[in-house]
């Protein structure tokens, strides 16, 4: 069975304070890894797709990176609106590689 | 592009009541779709895979005569939750698959809202 855990549930930063977010995974034959971030009462919002270990991609604020086993969520001097829950998920090739595996979120908040 | 749009954002219904939900993609064709549902505070749980022009694909513990699945184009997706409990209130979100087989991404639908009285 394909496992995403997420670390650490919250994260309180200060305005400017970079810090990294964790996702590790088990899965059987990855196919992606994807972050979202989602605000309260909203859908996912698309962030970066991943598909091999050493890959990284940018986004503003934003770096992903992948390992075999964890990716990280890297927010470089993040801003109040920063503030989302990011969900980290993965594709397997299981089950014809429709289903997404997502973690529980990380919750951050981005404080002045 | 890769937009989803949800339709209602919200719904409020007597128990007992049937409630449709559709889900479109307005800037790609989707030939899959994906039915989620979130409870508060908690992730995102797959319900049902939806094939344009196919049966959907449900999880294993998903009632399909009670969430009837419906994908008869390839930007329209609808769930029905038919004969609605208070069990069901929760937050629906679909999704889309834009080129599947390249990309892989899923894009989310913003949500429906649904609370059962």
């Known amino acids: 069975e394909d496992q995403v855990t997420q670390s650490p549930e919250a994260l309180r930063l200060q305005e400017g304070e970079s810090s990294s977010l964790n996702c590790s995974y088990t899965?059987?034959?990855?196919?992606?890894l994807f972050w979202y971030r989602q605000d309260p009462g909203k859908g996912p919002e698309f962030l970066f797709t991943?598909?091999?270990a050493g890959e990284e991609k940018e986004k503003e604020r934003l770096k992903a990176t992948l390992t075999k086993k964890e990716s990280f969520l890297h927010i470089t001097a993040p801003k109040p609106e920063d503030s989302a829950t990011y969900l980290c998920?993965?594709?397997?090739?299981?089950?014809?590689?429709?289903?997404?595996?997502f973690g529980t979120g990380t919750q951050l908040k981005v404080e002045l | 592009g890769a937009v989803v749009s949800q339709h209602p954002s919200w719904v409020i219904c007597k128990s007992g009541t049937s409630v449709k939900i559709e889900c479109r993609s307005l800037?790609?064709?989707?030939?899959?779709m994906f039915w989620y549902r979130q409870f508060p505070k908690q992730s995102l749980m797959l319900m049902a895979t939806?094939?344009?022009?196919?049966?959907?694909?449900?999880e294993q513990g998903v009632e399909k005569d009670k969430f009837l699945i419906n994908h008869a184009s390839l930007t329209l997706s609808t769930l029905t939750v038919t004969s609605a409990h208070p069990e069901d209130s929760s937050f629906y979100i679909c999704?889309?698959?834009?080129?599947?087989?390249?990309?892989?991404?899923?894009?989310f639908g913003p949500g429906t809202r649904l609370t059962v009285l």
């Open positions: 999704s889309a698959r834009d080129n599947p087989g390249s990309t892989d991404t899923q894009y």
């Open positions: 899965v059987s034959g990855l196919r992606g």
């Open positions: 991943l598909y091999s």
């Open positions: 998920a993965v594709l397997s090739a299981r089950g014809g590689g429709n289903k997404l595996t």
């Open positions: 800037d790609f064709q989707a030939t899959t």
């Open positions: 939806s094939n344009e022009g196919s049966k959907a694909t449900y």
